[in-house]
């Protein structure tokens, strides 16, 4: 089960550029939308939103608490800018406690494949999360899957096969490829890809055809 844990936030006057500021000021916009509650725009303190955000994930749940009242959320989306990775918004979505919902669990892959060492397989992860169903409460943070079985070339493990707590259901497909043992490729297929490796700079070396020049065009002056 994730931790439970805290975040203390404000309501919010800032919208649209004026969030700029706000986020200047170490402050990040919240959104806070849900079961049983009008929209929110609230604002929290940034390193306390990133402590949530770096200990909830996906799947934990953040007692938030604002203007007085106490709210259980998950996030749904975090905006961060695309080159310093700061903050720029987060969604928050309340859940109750006493109703499932739906979210997608990342995989942890623990073990070693002995399909892979013994017979120089080549392991493919075909997924890195399923989509499970569950009392808010009893979703685990992650899910375990052990690939010390797959022990032969070609042995895979299905959706079917993740092992969850029972209040857990995945509604995946059961037959699901999650990760598998591929063969190694046979000699001759190497020698084939090393030979057209090798062809692709001496077709570049080859002299190419004369076309006639196009006029570069130019942009207008401003």
Sequence with gaps: MAETLTLEAAPRSA?????????????????????GIPSLALEADEKAVRHSLHQAGATGIIKL?????????????????????????????????????????????????????????????????VQVEALPGDIPHSIEVDISILAELDQALHVRDLVTPAAVRIIDEAEEIVVKVQPP?????????EVAEAAVPAAAEAPAAETPAEPMEEAPAE
């Design 15 to 35: 919208t649209g550029k004026a969030n700029k500021a706000l986020r200047r000021s170490g402050r990040v916009p919240l959104h806070v939308y849900g079961h």
């Design 65 to 129: 608490s604002a203007g007085g009242r106490a709210h259980n959320v998950m996030v749904r989306k975090v905006q961060r800018h695309p080159v310093t990775g700061s903050l720029i918004h987060v969604d928050l979505y309340q859940v109750r406690m006493d109703e499932k919902t739906r979210v997608r669990v990342p995989l942890t892959f623990v073990g070693e494949a002995p399909g892979v060492k013994i017979h120089d397989g080549i392991l493919l992860h075909q997924i890195e999360a």
């Design 185 to 193: 490729r046979k000699t001759e297929e190497v020698a084939a890809v």
